[in-house]
DNA sequence: TAGATTGTTAATCGATTAACAATC
DNA sequence: TAGATTGTTAATCGATTAACAATC
C-alpha cells in the first residue's frame, strides 16, 4: 500500500491542469471524453496526456474514452485536494491583497487560516474576511490550525527572515512570490512564481524572433 | 553571425536568475566571483552553472572564477535586457494592481505602456502613474508603442478573448496569470503563472511526505 | 611549481513522443 | 465484425551531473 511509484514533477503539474479543464468540461455537461479531446482542450498532445494518466492507473475505456466524473475524482485524490490544507499568508501589499482575495482557494482544497504582517500599521486591517496579523502571533496559528504551507508575498529583502520564521513554526512547503532565492532545509519545499524571470524569458524569445526575421530578410 | 545555437529553455530560465544573484552581489562591492559561489547563491549546483554559462561562451579565468560586471553584461545582452520592451496589461482586479506597481519592471528593461480593462468603470483610473484605459485603445497603443509582450490578468472567461485581441494587435508574447488554457498560433509565444497549479503541486508533496511518515511510523 | 577553478566531455537520468497491440 | 481509443512499449530527445584535462 501507499506505494512509492514515482509520479514525474512534469506530470504532476500537468494533472493540476487537467482537472481544471475537467471542471469546466463536466460544468458543460459532458460526461465523457476521449484523450484526444481533453488533451486539445489543455493544450498537450494527446500521447502525453495518457502517458500522464497511466501513472495514476488505468480507468479508460478502450473505445470509448474517460469518464469525466471519475478522472476527476481520481487526480483530486492523486494530488490531494480531497484532504483540506490550510495555508498561511506572509505580507499583505498589492500581491498579498490579490493572494488574499483569490477565489480559486476553497474550491481546491486550500483555506487561507491567517494573513500575517511586520508593519504595525496593516495590522488588524480586515481583507477578505480576515484580519491582518503581527509577526508574533504566526507561530501560534501555524500550530493550532495545523497549517503545512506558507505563502510569502514580502519585498526580497524580508523574504529570508519570513522563511526562517515559517519553517521554525512548523511549515513543511512555502511558495515564494518574492524575487529573493531562499536556502531552507531539505526537508522544506520550496516553488518560487518569479515575475521579472517570466518576463526575461519571453523577452529571450522576442529577441530570437527578431533575430530569425532578419536572418530571414 | 546571429548563430542558432539553440540555448535551453531551463538554461535561459536560470539566467534571468543568475542574473538578479550577479546584481545584489555587485552592489555588495563583490567584483569577483568563483562558479561554486555564485552557484550557491543561486541555489543551483556549480557544473550546472558553469554549463549554463558554457552557452553564453567563455569568460571565465581558470584558478580565479568570473568578474561579476562582465558575467552581468553577457547574460543581459544574450537575455536582451539591454534592448528595452513595452509591454502592456489588461485587467486591473487585485492583481493587476499589483503587477503595475511592481517596481522590477524598469530595472529590467521592461516599460509599462499601457493598463486596459473591459470594466468602463475602471477607465480613467491612476495607478502607478499611467491611466486605465478601454479595450478600444488596445490596438492603437500596441501599435504606436512597439508593444511585444501582453500581460493578462483578467478572470478566466475573459483570457481567451483578451489573447485574441492582443494577437491581432500585433503582439507576440503572452504572460498569462489568468487560470485559463489559450490557444494561439505557434508564433506567438505564452507563458503562464497559475496560483492554483502552484499550490497543488506543494499539497501534493505535502501528501506525500504524511504518506512516508506513515510508513515509516 | 602548487593550488585553484574553469570549460567540456561522457555518462546518467528523466521526460516526450510515435506507434501499436490490446480491447471495448 | 469494424471502428475507435486506451494503455504501454521502445525510441528519441533533452537536461543533469560527475569527473577531469586545460590553464590561470
Redesign the interface.
Known amino acids: 500500500m ?1 506505494e512509492g511509484r514515482a509520479i514525474p ?1 512534469a506530470t ?2 500537468r ?3 487537467y ?3 475537467l471542471g469546466s468540461l463536466s460544468d458543460g455537461g459532458l460526461s465523457t471524453i476521449s484523450s484526444e479531446a481533453l488533451a486539445n ?3 498537450v498532445n494527446s500521447a502525453k496526456l495518457r502517458k500522464d494518466l497511466s501513472y495514476l492507473g488505468s480507468f479508460g475505456t478502450r473505445g470509448v474514452g474517460y469518464v469525466v466524473q471519475v478522472l476527476r475524482e481520481q487526480i483530486s485524490t ?4 480531497t ?1 483540506h ?1 490550510s ?1 498561511v499568508l506572509v505580507g499583505v ?3 498579498g ?3 488574499a ?2 477565489a ?2 476553497g474550491s ?3 483555506r487561507i487560516a491567517g494573513l500575517f504582517d511586520a508593519d504595525p500599521r496593516r495590522i488588524g486591517e480586515g481583507i477578505s474576511g480576515l484580519t491582518v496579523q503581527g509577526m508574533d502571533e504566526l507561530a501560534a496559528v501555524v500550530a493550532q490550525e495545523a497549517v ?2 506558507g505563502v510569502i508575498a514580502t519585498p526580497a529583502d524580508a523574504a529570508q527572515e519570513v522563511c526562517d520564521r515559517l519553517v521554525a513554526a512548523g511549515v ?4 515564494n512570490f518574492a ?1 529573493a ?3 531552507v532545509s531539505d ?1 522544506v ?1 520550496v ?1 518560487k ?15 530570437r ?1 527578431a ?1 530569425g526575421l ?2 530571414v530578410l
Chains 1, 2 share one sequence.
Open positions: 501507499s514533477e504532476v503539474a494533472l493540476a491542469v482537472l481544471r479543464v482542450a489543455a493544450g492523486c494530488l490531494g485536494v484532504e490544507r495555508v501589499g498589492n500581491l491583497h490579490a493572494l482575495g483569490y480559486g482557494f481546491r482544497g486550500f503545512s504551507i513543511t512547503s512555502i511558495l524575487p532565492v531562499l536556502s526537508n519545499d516553488r512564481v518569479d515575475l521579472a524571470v517570466e518576463l526575461q524569458i519571453l523577452s529571450f524569445h522576442e529577441q524572433k533575430a532578419k536572418a
